[in-house]
T-cell receptor, first 109, second 113 residues
Framework: AQRVTQPEKLLSVFKGAPVELKCNYS??????LFWYVQYSRQRLQLLLR??SRESIKGFTADLNKGETSFHLKKPFAQEEDSAMYYC???????????FGEGTQLTVNP | NAGVTQTPKFQVLKTGQSMTLQCAQD?????MSWYRQDPGMGLRLIHY???????DQGEVPNGYNVSRSTTEDFPLRLLSAAPSQTSVYFC????????????FGSGTRLTVV
């Protein structure tokens, strides 16, 4: 079975502060990890994926297989980063995407 | 290229009514999925499909049916609506979920009274 846990439902930071959204997973095989973002009442958008190692909108995430984590980081938060963030997992050749509970990030001015 | 299109955007049903949520994609994706989004619970997989004619259950399939007669369409049917099915429903498609994740539609907000 595959499971994703995001321990923080709510996270609030000030503009310009660093932000880290935590994601832990459990999966017996080799996982592919993703972060999705959902701005207010909009569709989910892919923010980044582990496999491509890219940085989108200043966000990065490193897969730590030892700690089974895929935390999302940004060194300087912006007000437009306020949104719901979801961590998701798939098997390498899988067809299902399993989501965490989500973290609502608020960046205060 | 419209991506993933869901209709309707909003719907109010009475308990016991049935309805179909429509989902269509124009990207020739093999994989399609239906999720429901509830506060504090994230997105939970209802049903998914790996190609035309092939469907399977997700985490929360009870009360829902799907079919996949074409690559483009993946409708979700509520057989007898219940208040517990009040939620936001998202359809998604992909050509390689493990590598690319899924592309999502804009959602259907359903209220069952």
């Amino acid at each position: 079975a595959q499971r994703v846990t995001q321990p923080e439902k709510l996270l609030s930071v000030f503009k310009g502060a660093p932000v880290e959204l935590k994601c832990n997973y459990s999966y017996s095989g080799s996982p592919e990890l993703f972060w999705y973002v959902q701005y207010s009442r909009q569709r989910l958008q892919l923010l980044l994926r582990h496999i491509s190692r890219e940085s989108i909108k200043g966000f990065t995430a490193d897969l730590n297989k030892g700690e089974t984590s895929f935390h999302l980081k940004k060194p300087f938060a912006q007000e437009e980063d306020s949104a719901m963030y979801y961590c998701a997992l798939s098997a390498t050749s899988g067809s299902r995407l399993t989501f965490g509970e989500g973290t609502q990030l608020t960046v205060n001015p | 290229n419209a991506g993933v299109t869901q209709t309707p955007k909003f719907q109010v049903l009475k308990t016991g009514q049935s309805m179909t949520l429509q989902c269509a994609q124009d990207m020739n994706h093999e994989y399609m999925s239906w999720y429901r989004q509830d506060p504090g619970m994230g997105l939970r997989l209802i049903h998914y499909s790996v190609g035309a004619g092939i469907t399977d259950q997700g985490e929360v399939p009870n009360g829902y049916n799907v079919s996949r007669s074409t690559t483009e369409d993946f409708p979700l049917r509520l057989l007898s609506a219940a208040p517990s099915q009040t939620s936001v429903y998202f359809c998604a498609s992909s050509n390689s979920p493990g590598a690319r994740g899924y592309t999502f539609g804009s959602g259907t907000r359903l209220t069952v009274v």
